[in-house]
């Protein structure tokens, strides 16, 4: 089973997962950017152009 994706707090928020997202599910959040769990599609396609790591299955 697909699981969604969440950010941790070592994200540097470059943005560059929410440019991959092709269902507009990251947005900047209050601290780092954030993945709406309603809206992601666990497609995988934001964690690997994350520099830093930050981006896991939920």
Do not use: F, N, T
Not at 5 to 23: F, K, T, W
Not at 33 to 54: F, I, L, N, R
């Amino acid at each position: 089973m697909l699981r969604a994706r969440v950010i941790s707090d070592e994200c540097v928020s470059c943005g560059a997962c929410a440019d991959q997202c092709p269902v507009g599910a990251i947005s900047m959040g209050s601290d780092h950017m954030e993945v709406d769990p309603d809206k992601c599609a666990a497609c995988g396609m934001c964690q690997p152009v994350c520099p830093v790591g930050a981006i896991s299955e939920l």
